[in-house]
């Protein structure tokens, strides 16, 4: 599989610290398999960092020991319970980590195929022929309320709860995953994101950042445009082009 990997994590222009991480993971040169993985920590005294560093660490040595025997799929999820113990552990083991978490998204590109697991409000798009299809759950309270009709998409963007979240990667001793598969087509494109970029960004806007031309341009663009419109939060977008299968 030929793929095309593109990434930029910026701070933003109101925080202090980057507290989002990524990674893009080369799994097997033969094949072209790569994991590609958000993480937007959270937690005081600049615990968040601590978290969405441990919890990429930890799923990255799991995922790098290759897939399951059903697939790719297995180790991922081997690897988010590994992260979300390993963050737990951390948490209560230092009082300046309690209650530190980390929101992670991580998809491997293997075979014509995705396989992505996810937990919080970090966000995965694939784009495919000039649309685009969000294929994660927010798991955050203002999602909740969408959910049962309480307020609007649009409300949800700017309510004061909006980062409150429902499940967190090392919050609790057990976590509870989301999973996508995806089959994949010469042209489609990922991305993986940070709210820092949906929440400032439209999703119209997103979808021609990463069709108007190369990726790398795509997401600097995107990027750019978050902090012109106030940055307010650390902005991380990982995209990834199908060039061929
Ligand atoms: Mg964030």
Not at 30 to 41: H, K, N, Q
Not at 110 to 116: A, K, P, Q, T, Y
Not at 153 to 160: G, I, N, V, Y
Not at 210 to 218: K, T, V, Y
């Amino acid at each position: 599989m030929r793929l095309r990997v593109a990434a930029r994590s910026d701070t933003g222009r109101v925080r202090e610290a980057n507290e989002d991480r990524f990674v893009v993971l080369d799994l097997d040169l033969r094949s072209g398999a790569r994991m590609i993985a958000v993480a937007d920590g959270m937690g005081g005294h600049k615990a968040g960092d601590v978290a969405s560093s441990i919890a990429l660490r930890e799923l990255s040595g799991v995922v790098s020991l290759g897939a399951g025997p059903d697939g790719w799929l297995q180790s991922l999820q081997r690897g988010v319970e590994q992260a979300n113990a390993s963050v737990f552990e951390a948490a209560l083991s230092n009082d300046n980590q309690a209650g530190m978490g980390t929101t992670l998204t991580a998809a491997v590109l293997d075979r014509g195929r995705l396989d992505l697991v996810h937990v919080g409000d970090s966000r995965a798009y694939l784009i495919r022929k000039g649309s685009m299809e969000l294929l994660t759950q927010d798991d955050s309270l203002v999602q909740e309320l969408v959910r049962m009709g309480d307020i609007s998409p649009a409300d949800a963007l700017t309510h004061p709860q909006k980062n409150v979240l429902t499940r967190a990667v090392g919050t609790r001793p057990r976590v509870e995953v989301q999973i996508v598969s995806r089959e994949l087509d010469p042209g489609d494109r990922v991305l993986l994101c940070s709210d820092g970029l949906y929440s400032l960004v439209s999703e119209e806007a997103i979808l021609q950042a990463l069709m108007a031309g190369g990726i790398q341009e795509g997401v600097e663009g995107l990027v750019d445009e978050a902090n012109q419109r106030g940055g307010h939060d650390n902005i991380t977008a990982v995209a990834v082009e199908v060039e061929g299968l």
